[in-house]
């Protein structure tokens, strides 16, 4: 998850790849240029004089009705694709496929039709082709091609523009707008203004004091770009404030400069070789966008579109980074707090096949993508695709509908997909998408630590780590819904010889085989020679996966082992089972860059210690093999997908120094190894159902990580871990609750503190929630919560009704203050003695937390006793009976109780 894009570009005609058709000598262009001519002159009579005499008149009479618009002033047509015509037309004519736009002065639509074209007459003749059948397959109405309209100048003086949580006020100044046939959709404010932004949610407050100091973003700006709907254009400047004034013409270029460069960057359509014009489309009733220059900001960007989940942004354009990203009160009324990113998707992919070849070396991918989709949308005319811009489709096969056309949406990773015709919810389509190109591996993810410094260790030999390439869920390397989506796959993976390669799935007999680049089935690379040889993959994924990756690197195979788990007993299984198969043994293996097979052997044993222990406290494996593969690299780390495990395994010489990061832990060297492990049950098999719900993945993953340290090195290093992850936890919680997720320190780029709050004080909630409601109780609350989310994404609300159901405790509060708050309870701790007893007592100043307090009664004559106080109200007492001489209290910081305390 990286910043939101707020540049909306569409692209909906102009195909992926435009075809030299339509050349000259070409014997269908004449008639092609004089539909192009008869379009452009909207006269029906002459489309009509362009049928076969077969041709069906009332369907081309409705056709002209809807495509044959008056008043055009330009119009260009391309042709896309060619196929001859089928059936008992065959070997006489083509099916067509073209792009049209038609332009009425500054307005312009375009469109796709399929015409289907005969031959009726002598070759060289004047008619020697006519059209047949012709349908409008897709259209785009209401285009725009924007300008600011120097006789529309106002003068203005305490201007209000407003939008929700947001008031720009143009003290005194002028304002220029653009506008078309139903009124103004932009304006240009120059002069004195002030902008300010009050986000209503606390959290967001708290986000824009981090940027700027003060939980009210106030600042001057001295132009403004606005774009909105002509119906809201009234309401939301105060139109009648406005007097009409001459341009200044110096400052008319300023306005006209802005402009120019704003309005490019959203609403934006790209047409292609249709037109280099910047059209543009219209927002929707109610979407509102600011660009806003301010003199300490640079540009900040306000937006609310009401198509996304949540509404309300401002973004940094500069810096790249969301300040505010939250629903409109409009959309929580209808939707209520919390939303679940599958709820808005379109479609559901079931399956991937996939061929792929790839030459790291060059960056280079070959792929050939089958997937099988179903559709979700009530209805479908368009499938959106994540794809990374720099492969090039070249192809798109549709099984039902065959050959279809994608096109490209800027900037987005984006390919979107035209349907020839509607598809209603519940069919399923199967695509075959053929693509090449560029691709460079991904960069270290937030799940790498941070450095403290890069000192550099003179002393040390520098040796060069051995190359790595990882291609995994920020690459788009595959064609892939828009957000992730639990599919099966078989992924073909061909890599040079010389190397080796590790991807989700287990890994079929046989493989890996060397095979010619010819090889008949074998992904091959259309630009090496035939003769190559390449070492072939084949994984297979029968278990759903969130995303699928690969690493390519030299591995040598360190260690390969089956673990058997004991049969799971009566009684210890939760109460909800689960769909689909469970392993009863996991097939485990250690793919080492050459250097480090020695270690990956240790990592190995150790993997196998750790996989029996995960699935004694959950009871079930998600996947039936999982391998390592242990990469050398500066930075300790790894990368978790389903599957396998990319483990950064740093070289003694690294220079880096990483230590003081909420993610090591000195005292347990294995963190790592556990940490990754444990993502193939939460992370993977549970998935987080938008970006809030992270905590989920690596709260969990951290905490099973401290309880593996425990069950391995004792109470003392768990203590240890413990104290580390309340420390972190503690002192960065002002940061903002733990259910923002990824923009924990996204404003000030710093990943520290998204791994002291998601990572560390994620776990430590756990914990805390487990002294609350009991060890037997909480441990069957999570297998249910697993077994009921299994291949699923999840939110803390389902957790929430899993411990509930468990429990029979209301959790309401709990999830509310340690979740979805970010403040820390404040305790002041206090006792007196009454005969043999001590009676403890806490009070909870200010908000109410429930937080298991573990109490130190400390004794002149004995050991220390440790008492549990489950603190859920404004005062709590207990009374426990003496052991002995009582000197005092102490609270513990070895139980990852994240609180304040005040003595009395
Ligand atoms: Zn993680």
Redesign the pocket.
Known sequence: MSCRPLVVVFALVAAVCPRAYGQEGDAVAPLLARIEQVTKSGDATAYLALLTAGANRERAIEFCSSELLPGATRTVLKERDREPLRGTLAGNGYRLMVDVLTEFGPRARAATWRLDVKRVGERGSAQEWAIDDEERLSAVENLYRLALNPTKVFAARDLRVAAEDLDLTLTEGSVYVADIDQGATAAVLVGRGMMSFHPTPDTERGQVKIFAGSETLETRFDVAFIRLNPYDFESALAATQLKPKLADPKEFRRAEEVFREDSQKSFLIDLGDLSRDPWSLLPGSGDFLAEVHTRRFDTLTYAKSASEAEDITVFDRKRHHNISIYPSQRKIANRGRFYNEDELVDYDVLDYDIDVAITPDRQWLDGRVRLRLKVRALALGSITMRLAESLVVQSIVSYEHGRLFGVRVKNQNTIVVNLPTTLQRDAEVTLTITYAGRLEPQTADR?TLALTQGRVQEDMPTIAAEPSFLYSNRSYWYPQAPVSDYATAIIRISVPTTLDCVASGELEPGFPTIVANTARGAPRIESAPAATNRKLYVFRASQPLRYLAFVVSRFARAETATVAFPPRQNGDSASVPFVGPSYSSLNLSVEANPRQVQRGRELGDRAADIALFYHSVIGDVPYSAFTIALVESDLPG?H?PGYFAALNQPLPSSPLVWRNDP?AFSSFPDFFLA??L??QWW?QAIGWRNYHEQWL??GF??YFAALYAQKQKGDDVFASVLRQLRKWGMDNSDQGPVYLGYRLGHVRDQSRIFRALV?NKGAAVLHMLRRLVGDEPFFRGLRHFYSASRFHKAGTAELRAAMEAETGMSLERFFERWIYGSTLPKLKVGYRTEGNEVILQVEQIGEIFDVPLTIELQYADRKPVEVLMAVTDRTVEKRVPLGGVLRGIDVSKDDGTMAEIVKN
């Open positions: 799940e790894g978790s993610a940490h990754e444990a993502h992370g993945s690596e993953a951290q990572y």
